[in-house]
């Protein structure tokens, strides 16, 4: 059900120190279950909440404490009816706007109702909320914040409404967008590669910059790219290991979810 790039997790096995690696990234991904399974005493149960391949260790260390920060991000619905039986019991959520950033159909649902849960930059970003996004955009145009226009031009099923609102795009969050390349393209001519190298999209530019410099690309968000393995196979010292353990291939936008990475905001907002 959760896939992960092959060739990624050979890159994570074939590191000669495994035990050094990141275990807080490792814990996070579905696609090291495995490994995750081997060596149980290097869960970080904190972010191991977000994996959706763990739902049986989950469910059996709901005891700790530290999984419920972090748990209304897991989209496994095993998963989230944990975190409904404790609304249930009447108890509180540590983090409770993480829900919005969850496309499980209930989390939605809490979202719109309970404002606590409801934050409108993880609506923005979350693919599987574009429509109550939507909606919240006809109720209420005031809700376009940096971090909002960041957020959505992200997202991969927000592409025919940025098509329609080329002002509210923020070229820096479209650039890391799969689905937002030639819409990107379209209104710059100063391609951003580090925002670029993120893109599994934009592979072909990728190659073509590696060519001329490699320098020129961000490495560690080519390291979060599934396009890039072959790059990162040829440059292993380049390689950022935290964000190759770490990136969900499930549900990129997740990466957005726990650590929103430092942008500098798009000056140019008004595109037309």
Not at 222 to 237: D, H, Q, T, V, W
Request: charge should be neutral; include cysteine.
């Amino acid at each position: 059900m959760f896939d992960y790039d092959s060739g990624a997790k050979d890159l994570v096995l074939s590191h000669e120190t495994l035990e050094t690696l990141n275990w807080e990234c490792i814990s996070q991904n579905p696609g090291l279950i495995e490994i995750l399974r081997k060596y149980p005493e290097r869960i970080v149960w904190k972010d191991f909440a977000v994996n959706p391949a763990g739902a049986d260790l989950i469910l059996s260390n709901s005891f700790r404490e530290e999984i419920w920060e972090n748990l209304p991000l897991n989209p496994n619905p095993r998963v989230f009816e944990m975190v409904i039986s404790r609304l249930e019991e009447g108890k509180v959520l540590p983090r409770p706007a993480y829900i919005s950033s969850n496309p499980h159909p209930t989390a939605l649902s809490l979202a719109w109702m309970c404002s606590e849960m409801r934050c409108t930059t993880r609506l923005a970003e979350n693919p599987g909320a574009v429509e109550m996004f939507k909606s919240f955009v006809r109720m209420d145009q005031s809700i376009f914040t940096d971090s909002v226009k960041y957020a959505m031009s992200t997202n991969p099923g927000l592409i025919d409404f940025l098509n329609e609102h080329y002002e509210l795009i923020d070229l820096d969050g479209l650039a890391v967008n799969p689905k937002g390349l030639s819409l990107y393209c379209s209104l710059t001519d100063r391609v951003n590669l580090h925002a670029l190298s993120a893109n599994p999209a934009a592979i072909d530019i990728i190659n073509r910059a590696y060519k001329s410099d490699p320098d020129s690309l961000n490495w560690a968000n080519l390291s979060s790219n599934p396009a890039g393995i072959r790059l990162l196979r040829e440059n292993p010292s380049r390689i950022d290991w935290d964000r190759l353990c770490r990136y969900n291939y499930w549900n990129p936008l997740l990466n957005y979810s726990l650590k929103r990475p430092r942008h500098t905001p798009n000056k140019r907002r008004r595109l037309s």
